[in-house]
């Protein structure tokens, strides 16, 4: 009698723990869905910046969903705005009327996120930027929405005039840009750098973008007397590149600078050795032996990050900590809650200024030495080991 009671009490036992793995799972399961946009360049000219990002955006993703801890399960969803304005509102919209999609971290090109933050500030939806530097996204509207994690045209082209003029002592420039909003805000920002430096800008020309044929612009360059020690370009990595292989091509020895538009090893592998000695202000260093680079390794994601990588991964893990501060049922106030969170990550600490717009970002000089970008510091030019164009 005892044994058919133990069996009993096995039997039941072993039900019940059935029952509550059974429970357990269902739990599991019921994690309500949050969906999460990215908009980026995955065609067209830019491409190897936005698979970058996107891959980076997806890593964070994953790793948040890995880690099981959250009271939400995550999903990214992927939208191609092809570095067209068109496009990156079409992507936009279908973001922002999904109304699973709670927020979106977005776009390289200025251009698109100009015409996109309107879409998101009409559905209410935040919009945090990991590339696209033109100031007017933060500081024109102010829209609520929009957050930005990377440093914007005014401090970018303040530091690269700082450091052309006083460390290599090179106060003649000439400029190039193309003639989207994007160059156009370039252009205006490296001026005032230049001229708050006490620098002169001896010519300004605009070009297209698609353009492939700049040797009439760059022979008036160097056909003038005295020649300026520096070309600067405001633009993105296609153009660039083209500048810089023709500047070759006619022997231009000037000093060949810009911004974060050319941080790209697309620049460097579309010049090759033309490449050698170009100067920008870059995005901010990950070491190859990082958390974020050797997580991003082991996925396995077949294109290389990028300098806008960690960017798009950090934007996406602080809306992730902001959406465990604020929960899920109000999109406005998550939209304050991110620009509130002050967020430790891989850029170090991110925070916000009243118009959304980050005071960090961990900008860096860089300069082509054999075909890769390199810090400055670490250089052969800086250690004195190779000249400086320009001189």
Not at 86 to 113: E, I, M, R, Y
Not at 245 to 257: D, F, H, R, S
Not at 285 to 311: R, V
């Amino acid at each position: 009698m005892k044994k058919v009671h133990y069996l009993l009490i096995i039997v039941l036992a072993g039900g019940f723990l059935f029952s509550s793995a059974l429970t357990g799972a269902a739990v599991a399961q019921e994690k309500k869905l949050v969906k999460l946009g990215f908009i980026g360049p995955l065609t067209g000219p830019n491409a190897a910046v936005g698979l970058g990002a996107r891959n980076s955006a997806d890593l964070a993703v994953r790793q948040a969903n890995e880690k099981g801890n959250l009271p939400f399960k995550l999903e990214l969803v992927v939208l191609d705005d092809a570095s067209d304005p068109t496009t990156g509102v079409a992507a936009a919209t279908k973001l922002c009327t999904d109304p699973l999609v709670l927020a979106a971290t977005t776009h390289f090109n200025s251009p698109v996120g100009l015409a996109t933050i309107h879409v998101f500030h009409r559905y209410g939806v935040p919009q945090m930027f990991w590339g696209g530097i033109h100031p007017d996204i933060t500081y024109k509207h102010n829209y609520p929405e929009v957050t930005r994690i990377c440093p914007n045209t005014i401090v970018e082209h303040d530091r690269l005039a700082q450091f052309v003029i006083e460390k290599f002592g090179y106060k003649d420039w000439t400029m190039i840009y193309d003639i989207t909003s994007y160059g156009k805000s370039c252009l205006d920002a490296a001026k005032k750098a230049v001229a708050k430096m006490n620098g002169k800008v001896h010519a300004e020309d605009g070009i297209a973008v698609g353009a492939t044929d700049f040797r009439p612009i760059l022979s008036k360059i160097k056909s003038m007397k005295p020649a300026p020690q520096v070309v600067y370009y405001g633009g993105v990595v296609t153009e660039a590149a083209l500048i810089k292989i023709q500047m070759n091509e006619l022997g231009m020895k000037n000093l060949y600078t810009g911004v974060t538009g050319l941080d790209s090893e697309t620049f460097n592998a579309t010049t090759k050795e033309a490449a050698e000695g170009t100067f920008i202000v870059g995005k901010a260093h990950i070491d190859e032996h990082s958390p974020f680079a050797k997580a991003y390794k082991a996925a396995g994601y077949k294109e290389y990050y990028e300098a806008t990588g960690p960017y798009a991964y950090d934007a996406v893990n602080l809306i992730i900590e902001a959406l465990k501060k604020s929960g899920l049922e109000d999109k406005k106030k998550l939209a304050q809650t991110i620009r509130d969170t002050e967020y430790s990550g891989i850029l170090g600490t991110t925070k916000f200024d009243r118009f959304g717009q980050t005071v960090s970002g961990g900008l860096t000089y860089k300069v082509s030495q054999d075909k890769k970008w390199t810090l400055w510091e670490n250089s052969d030019y800086a250690k004195g080991k190779r000249p400086i164009p320009g001189k």
